[in-house]
C-alpha cells in the first residue's frame, strides 16, 4: 500500500508555471533559485505578497517573513534593491 500526500494547495509543490502565474514574469536564473528551494504554492502566494507591498498586513495577522517565502521575496526583489534612484539635481 502507499501513502498518498493530500491534494491540497497548502502542501502542493510549486512549478515553473505556478510560478509564473503567482509571481509574473522572472528571469530563468531566478526561477531555478526559486525551484531549488522546493517551495510550496501557498509559499510562493505568501512571497507574492510580501513582493508586492502587503508584508505588513500578513505580519500583522502573524504570518512572519521567515524561510523559504523570506529566500523567495529576497530572490524577487533583488533587482528592485539593485535599481538606485537617479540622483537629484539641482536647478
Known sequence: MTRQQP????????THEDLTRILGDLDDS???EILELHPTVSE???AA????GEGDIL???G??????VASIVDI????EED?????ATNP
Open 44 to 46: 510562493v502566494e505568501q
Open 30 to 32: 531566478e526561477v531555478v
Open 59 to 61: 505580519e500583522r495577522k
Open 83 to 87: 535599481e538606485e534612484p537617479p540622483p
Open 63 to 68: 504570518h512572519e517573513l521567515v524561510g523559504v
Open 7 to 14: 491534494a491540497s494547495a497548502d502542501l502542493a509543490k510549486a
Open 76 to 79: 524577487v526583489t533583488a533587482d
Open 49 to 52: 505578497l510580501w513582493a508586492a
